[in-house]
């Protein structure tokens, strides 16, 4: 019987007792915008929030969950990896809310003569979490109109000029709306009207950051605020903004066509004229 010979140098210590050898699994820094998947439940999403002990995966439908930061816990192209917090970049620019570079020390500037009006106050309150450095900082002031009924004799007793230029936030800006015929009736040059196509602003809110998968639809003479709280069990209107307008901690929380409009105002009102 023939005998087979083995290499078996490194597989025992000198004493012969077993040398195990541990793979070291690679550590990724959990920047955002990383996709990977948990493999215990299947969920799979790209990484939007870390800390030192856990990671907030969104999925491409807009669902987020949190996962504990352990060795060997995800796979990152199909191969087990461990999530590590990524290093802060030694000379990074802090980011405000908006996104924009945070000034730290800078004092606000004295309010400009021009302004931003929103709709209400829970538009104003919007504004002020995400742009509220970047308006300090240029010295912009946004002021509730608590509605539009009489949008035209207000513009006019604002009294609009090149150095004292009027931008103003309108919700549900669609062709054929109330809302569209009142901005073209009181755009101009000093004047300039955007908005977002939402019913209100609390919608310009994405669904996963107040943890639902969608916002209700509600019937048409029924109050959005009111008939939303209603399908959600959220209680009165006040209870839902402050579980709404309490969620949001960056523009990332919010869609697009809001981001933009806001953007356009704040270059609009800023403009040297």
């Not at 050898?21 to 215990?40: F, H, S």
Request: charged share 25%.
């Amino acid at each position: 019987m023939a005998l087979h010979a083995h290499d078996y140098r490194g597989a025992f210590t000198a004493d012969g007792t077993r040398n195990r050898v541990r793979t070291r699994l690679p550590e990724l820094p959990a920047e955002a915008g990383l996709v990977v998947e948990d493999p215990v439940s299947g969920f799979c999403g790209a990484v939007v929030l870390v800390d030192v002990r856990e990671v907030t995966l969104e999925d491409r439908n807009g669902r987020r969950r949190v996962f504990p930061l352990r060795a060997g816990g995800f796979l990152v192209e199909g191969g087990p990896a461990t999530l590590v917090p990524p290093r802060a970049a030694p000379t990074g620019a802090a980011r405000s809310a908006s996104g924009s570079v945070k000034l730290h020390g800078a004092a606000a500037r004295t309010a400009r003569a021009s302004r931003i009006w929103v709709e209400g106050i829970h538009d104003a309150a919007l504004l002020e979490t995400v742009w509220g450095h970047d308006l300090r900082v240029e010295g912009i002031v946004v002021e509730p109109m608590h509605g539009m009924d009489d949008l035209v004799s207000a513009v006019r007793e604002f009294g609009s000029a090149p150095q004292r230029r009027l931008g103003i936030l309108v919700d549900h800006l669609v062709e054929g709306s109330k809302e569209m015929r009142a901005a073209r009736a009181v755009s101009g040059a000093d004047v300039l009207v955007t908005g977002h196509p939402y019913v209100d602003v609390w919608q310009a809110v994405k669904p996963s950051v107040v943890g639902i998968r969608e916002w209700p639809a509600v019937p048409r003479g029924t109050d959005w605020k009111t008939g939303v709280c209603a399908a959600l069990r959220w209680g009165e209107p006040a209870d839902g903004a402050r579980r709404v307008l309490g969620a949001v901690r960056s523009f990332r929380d919010l869609e697009a066509p809001l981001i933009g409009a806001v953007e356009q105002l704040i270059d609009f009102v800023t403009a040297e004229g």
